[in-house]
């Protein structure tokens, strides 16, 4: 696909550079930033009508495989560069989708142009994927919203100009539109990460702001049925391509490997037990493509499966790379787990992402009720 060896193009030059220095730096220097606003990375996965790629909506199908063909090669590039898409890409969607036609005006060009970069704001301290039961509070008053109390782990939280911030309210879950130039908002890096250090994560805590009532997005009550569960899904169909792009990079660290890397005169690749090794992520990286295409058609289409085949391919695209990152470092040795080294940060970065946009336990409870619910009646 011509696309996908573009992205490619764009990942290896733009950004597989920085990734090292991303890892170390935990930061997205503006420069990667400007190329793929340059290769127009942020307006991929937009509606073609809202500044979205020319000719998607032509063909639905060919425009989400496209976007995730971007999302694989920017996981293969730097998994930190792909979470920075991911994020601006939920929270995007839920502006696309949910967004009236003033916050569509307003937003979306300088979101599909990357000039405003978005987050998604669902968790807390104490709530992860039970995003029914946030407790920041958005209490009506004054014709708008005061809003107080805490999210944390917000991916890109010390970056996003635009957080898309779901709430309890008296009316319900309630999903609002929050600059971050919102006075009352404090924005708290999180430094340190175990892996994916590059998502310049932060704590986002709200005392007394205020957010007038045009910044509610979609219907209160709506803001998690709705508004989140459309961030989530997007997160989720991204992250199995990104997941597939970290796989395919150890992979190839470790082909690299085996094949110059001699042990009782001759190369180890030759030894059956790591041909096993190698035809297994092989094999293992394929099956996750293919379950990503088949997301990705799904969602081309808008049926109804979307949901459950975007859930279940970041359920195995993120359990299948933390394999593959384990073998591949296994395979390396010792120069698999020294200093500022690649296999080290994949290894780390793939460690992440069993964790985020629902965790491998809570996607099988998911995919379970999904079964369950096709099955009645």
């Not at 219907?219 to 569960?229: D, E, P, Y």
Request: aromatic content about 6%.
């Amino acid at each position: 696909m011509r696309t996908r060896a573009r992205w490619r193009d764009v990942a290896q030059t733009a950004v597989q550079p920085f990734a090292r220095r991303i890892d170390r730096d935990a930061l997205v220097p503006e420069q990667v930033i400007d190329a793929l606003r340059v290769a127009g990375a942020f307006a991929s996965g937009f509606p073609e009508t809202l500044g979205g790629p020319s000719g998607s909506a032509a063909d639905p199908v060919v425009a989400a495989l496209d976007h995730g063909a971007m999302h694989e090669a920017m996981g293969r590039a730097s998994a930190s560069v792909q979470g920075l898409l991911n994020v601006h890409h939920m929270g995007g969607s839920a502006v696309a989708r949910w967004g009236n036609a003033t916050q569509k005006d307003r937003w979306v060009p300088q979101l599909c142009s990357g000039s405003l970069l978005c987050g998604i704001a669902i968790t807390e301290p104490d709530v992860g994927s039970d995003i029914a039961a946030v407790k920041t509070m958005a209490k009506a008053t004054g014709g708008g919203f005061e809003i107080t109390g805490e999210k944390a782990w917000i991916t890109c939280g010390a970056a996003a100009d635009l957080f898309v911030l779901v709430a309890a309210s008296d009316g319900g879950p309630v999903a609002l539109l929050l600059p971050k130039t919102t006075p009352g908002l404090h924005i708290c890096p999180i430094d340190d990460m175990l892996g994916c250090r590059g998502y310049m994560m932060a704590r986002l805590v709200l005392d007394g702001v205020w957010l007038p009532g045009d910044h509610v997005l979609g219907r209160s009550g709506f803001g998690t049925s709705h508004v989140a569960a459309t961030g989530l899904e997007s997160g989720r169909y991204n992250l199995g391509w990104g997941c597939v792009g970290l796989a395919d990079a150890a992979l190839g660290v470790a082909m690299d490997h085996v094949k110059t890397r001699e042990q009782f005169g001759q190369p180890i690749g030759e030894f059956q037990l790591v041909q096993r090794l190698i035809a297994t992520m092989m094999t293992d990286i394929h099956a996750a493509r293919v379950m990503c295409e088949s997301a990705g058609v799904a969602r081309g289409q808008k049926a109804l499966h979307a949901t459950k085949e975007a859930t279940m391919a970041k359920y195995f695209a993120s359990q299948m790379v933390n394999r593959v990152a384990r073998d591949a470092q296994q395979l390396l040795g010792a120069q698999g787990i020294g200093p500022d080294t690649p296999m080290a940060m994949y290894f780390r970065d793939a460690r992440v992402m069993e964790v985020i946009e629902g965790t491998t336990q809570v996607l099988e409870t998911m995919i379970a009720r999904y079964g369950y619910a096709e099955t009645m009646g």
